[in-house]
């Protein structure tokens, strides 16, 4: 039996998200039937985050064991060929050590959030980014963020059927930036922490653009942050424009 | 009556393209559909460029002449609003004078063409890049495409349908470039010429794509040029991959 890590893109449009569900297509499901056609195996792939419907990958991390000898490259091709159509793309395969796992091995996950500010609908970056009708204050937004980074009690910024047993987390990272995007300006939100709460990137984003909007005071974020209640949320940001970027692994290992 | 001229972005995966025909969907007949519901008038819409099925454009630029009385935001709004669930977005609309023409005053034309070089299928930037599962160089694809700027007989990188009376074109720019795409790297090309045959950019890119996978020496785009033999074209690069970027005209024209 030999542990294979995969790290693979996924547009989550069609998606029920990433993980199997009774209802609906999921990633999981679309990658466990290709593996399946190329190994024979019921294999369970596992996974470092886990994804909302509609909600992007960009490099998405999963292992999973496998009895029948293959190297990673042919491993790779094939589940790329049994993909096919699913708007799924595997980039990188390595073996790695059986007791390295996609979850509880890994040290970090970073997410991207874009916001496309124009009125027009989207046309080339449709389900790719968070279109809204107004200039964004990203300055403000950028400097609102930084009442959320470090420890935190995040109740506020939890979706009420989260199922983590602690509502408090370490957020390292919240950054909003201005970029030029191939299709015109875009507002970025970085974030990076240990782990985050069901929807706590989403709520974030959302009251941030309160803010950007100036129907928030920058201050509102620590009130929120502060008052440890769903009530105090201003709203949760559409998941088509949040995108899974990295999962980070302590240094050689995958 | 007044002339409006309106700047818009489409993805051109649903549409046979942007001008009207007989069988299929077209951009102008769901831009002129929008405008007969914003205007009650069956209007005309005139554009600066032509585009295949499946070519998008970031920014193209049409005029249309209309009785009703509009103010420029008012008709953008209306016309964004008809033209859903297509993937138009009509992103600048301003009133011009009766004897400018989004075709006919247009100085000059902007293209991008988007490869992804990489082996898994393209995901998030599906239907929005050439994906060629080579790594191409693109030091050697930019020297050789500086042998087609200028003005040359470009028989060999126009289509055989192409209904353009004179082969001879001044290619103003071809340029090369490797970038940090959001979705990974990418090879664009850059294009820019008061106007290009039938097929024109898509031939060059897919010759430079055989030089750039070293299929062909550099030299041989220039004895494709001077074959002026459209049997020496090396390939066509799909239309997917390629952006109507920018119309250019006289400096407070438009």
């Known amino acids: 039996m030999t542990r294979f890590a995969l790290t693979y893109e996924f547009d989550g449009t069609p998606f029920q998200g990433l993980q199997r569900q009774k209802h609906g297509p999921t990633v999981q499901q679309a990658m466990e039937e290709a593996l399946f056609k190329v190994t024979g195996e019921e294999l369970t792939l596992l996974s470092s985050g886990r994804t909302d419907a509609g909600v992007h990958a960009m490099a998405m991390v999963s292992h999973v064991d496998i009895e029948k000898d293959l190297t990673p490259f042919r491993l790779m091709e094939a589940v790329n060929a049994h993909l096919r159509p699913n708007p799924i793309g595997v980039n990188h395969c390595e073996i790695v050590s059986e007791d390295w796992h996609s979850r509880f091995s890994c040290l970090g996950r970073r997410y991207l959030y874009r916001i496309a500010c124009r009125r027009a609908p989207l046309a080339l970056a449709k389900k790719r980014a968070w279109q809204v009708p107004a200039n964004l204050d990203a300055d403000a937004m950028q400097r609102a963020a930084q009442a959320l980074v ?42 990076e922490a240990r782990s985050f709460l069901h929807h706590q990137v989403r709520s974030m984003v ?17 009130t929120a942050l502060e008052a440890r209640d769903r009530q105090a949320l201003g709203m949760n940001a559409p998941p088509h424009g949040l995108y899974f970027v990295e999962a980070l692994y302590p240094e050689g290992q995958k």
């Open 150 to 191: 470090g420890r935190h009690d995040f109740t506020t910024f939890r979706s009420t059927i989260c199922q983590a047993k602690d509502p408090v987390k370490t957020l390292d990272r919240l950054d909003v930036e201005q970029v030029d995007g191939l299709f015109g300006p875009e507002i970025h939100i970085h974030a």
């Open 206 to 222: 959302g009251c941030l653009k309160l803010v950007g909007q100036g129907t928030w005071e920058e201050a509102r974020i620590t």
